[in-house]
């Protein structure tokens, strides 16, 4: 039962791989010099690229899925294939096209895991043990494929919705058939039905989208908030509503070493790389390697996995899609990540992840080594334009006279490094040297100095 569901949950990734490894061993013109425009698949057919035909199986198969599946007014891959094709190039360069390669891993996570339980557990504890793993093998198998109908449902809905909306469009109540999804159910069905309380729907919009807007240049909400009375008033207020983080305590806890965040492990393995901190799927675009940082996944995201060496993810738990799909690739994954994970990580910082412990370090090596060179540079020039040269001279020169009107020109003339004037340097030149100037008004307040420094010297 186990491949049964491996071979289902990875057949999406193992059709869209296929067409990978063909172009892998086609010769001549690469790959993406045919492949400009993303945004079209014509063009491959007047190339008379056999492949295409690979990948419009794909699409005829999962062409309704997209990123943020339960969002009606997403694009999904039939509007625009130019995510299928980076994650293929993705797979290309980054020679993890191979389904054999991938199955094997899976089967070796597989056989490692249950050598460590046979050699754990006693037999009546192992029998007890493979009567659950049983039973959750066959309850997430349900879950994973109810799931996936319930897009193949949002994908239908998806387009009787955009059907409406070129209708509307037609009678020239709306500018774009997108439009529509601004618009509730319910101000659709009384439209139709005749009830609506305006027929304005081109006004409607323009006021979501305002408002929309807003809200998504706006502050997040916290992950976990309570809140009494009417709750709308409190998103008109989002510092309130911060305030207001049941979490924040924890991620203050979490946050006391600004250089360690925690999580929940989800797959094994550690990993130290830079990393790609995602904020949208466009983000990812030429991923090579990195370990992917972003706030949250949905299925729309596996075909990234393969391009990535590990995983962390703000939000999630073990059951989330994300964890489910790592541990059968046997991608290291840390999910549940607080502490600011997405306001501490910038992309190209390097960092240490265990992903068996659940623990982030960020490793500063980047800017470890522009703030060491930046810190000791000014140090040095500071020490050695002004404080090394002065320290040594007021010990012997400056401090008896740092009253007097002819040694304050001397404390700047040293730190400036002598200056151009000639009735200036001569006398530094001597201070320095000889200490003994040659004017004889310096010599009625330089000379009992020098016998106050000598009585001083056997006091001491």
């Known amino acids: 039962m186990l491949d049964d569901k491996r071979k289902k949950k990875a057949e999406g990734t193992s059709v869209l791989k296929s067409p990978s490894?063909?172009?892998?061993?086609r010769k001549g013109k690469p790959f993406s010099d045919h492949i400009e425009h993303k945004h079209s698949l014509d063009h491959l057919y007047q190339d008379k690229i056999s492949i295409v035909q690979a990948i419009q199986r794909f699409l005829k198969k999962?062409?309704?899925?997209?990123?943020?599946?339960?969002?009606?007014?997403?694009?999904?891959?039939?509007?625009?294939?130019?995510?299928?094709?980076?994650?293929?190039?993705?797979?290309?360069?980054?020679?993890?096209?191979?389904?054999?390669?991938?199955?094997?891993?899976?089967?070796?996570?597989?056989?490692?895991a249950e050598e460590i339980v046979q050699g754990t557990l006693s037999l009546p504890k192992r029998l007890l043990f493979n009567w659950v793993l049983f039973y959750a093998r066959r309850a997430v198998r349900h879950r994973e494929n109810m799931r996936f109908s319930r897009t193949k449902l949002f994908g239908v809905f998806r387009t009787l919705f955009r059907a409406i909306g070129y209708n509307l469009v037609k009678m020239k109540l709306l500018d774009n058939r997108q439009d529509v999804f601004y618009l509730t159910l319910d101000e659709l069905y009384a439209f139709v039905e005749g009830r609506s309380v305006t027929n304005d729907l081109r006004g409607l919009v323009e006021l979501r989208k305002k408002e929309f807007?807003?809200?998504?240049?706006?502050?997040?909400?916290?992950?976990?908030?309570?809140?009494?009375?009417?709750c709308g008033i409190y998103f008109l207020f989002p510092q309130v509503l911060s305030d207001l983080d049941l979490l924040k305590e924890l991620e203050a806890e979490a946050s006391s070493d600004p250089n360690v965040l925690k999580g929940t492990p989800c797959c094994p393995g550690v990993v130290t790389r830079t990393i790609r901190v995602v904020h949208s799927i466009t983000e990812a675009s030429g991923l090579d390697g990195e370990i992917l940082i972003t706030a949250r996944t949905d299925p729309g995201w596996v075909p990234l996995y393969p391009l990535c060496s590990g995983l962390v993810i703000e939000r999630g738990s073990l059951l989330s899609h994300s964890a489910v799909v790592a541990r059968e690739l046997g991608l290291p994954t840390i999910v549940g990540v607080s502490g600011g994970l997405m306001k501490r990580l910038k992309t190209g910082m390097k960092i240490h992840m265990d992903a068996g412990k659940g623990v982030v370090t960020i490793l500063?090596?980047?800017?470890?080594?522009?703030?060491?060179?930046?810190?000791?540079?000014?140090?040095?020039?500071?020490?050695?334009?002004?404080?090394?040269?002065?320290?040594?001279?007021?010990?012997?020169i400056v401090q008896p006279n740092k009253e007097e009107d002819v040694v304050q020109p001397d404390k700047e003339e040293v730190g400036t490094v002598q200056p151009d004037e000639e009735d200036v340097v001569q006398p530094d030149k001597e201070v320095v040297g000889t200490v003994q100037p040659n004017k004889e008004e310096e010599e009625d307040i330089v000379q009992p100095n020098k016998e106050e420094n000598v009585q001083s010297n056997p006091t001491r």
Not at 74 to 86: A, K, M, Q, R, S
């Open 21 to 25: 490894d063909g172009l892998r061993q």
């Open 62 to 112: 999962y062409g309704f899925r997209c990123i943020n599946e339960l969002k009606l007014e997403e694009n999904t891959l039939h509007d625009d294939p130019g995510f299928v094709l980076d994650a293929i190039c993705g797979y290309i360069r980054t020679k993890s096209y191979s389904i054999q390669n991938m199955e094997a891993r899976e089967m070796e996570i597989r056989r490692k």
């Open 213 to 230: 807007d807003e809200y998504r240049k706006g502050l997040p909400p916290p992950e976990r908030f309570m809140t009494t009375g009417a």
């Open 364 to 396: 500063h090596e980047e800017e470890g080594v522009v703030q060491s060179d930046e810190v000791g540079t000014v140090h040095s020039d500071k020490e050695e334009a002004v404080v090394q040269p002065n320290k040594e001279e007021e010990v012997g």
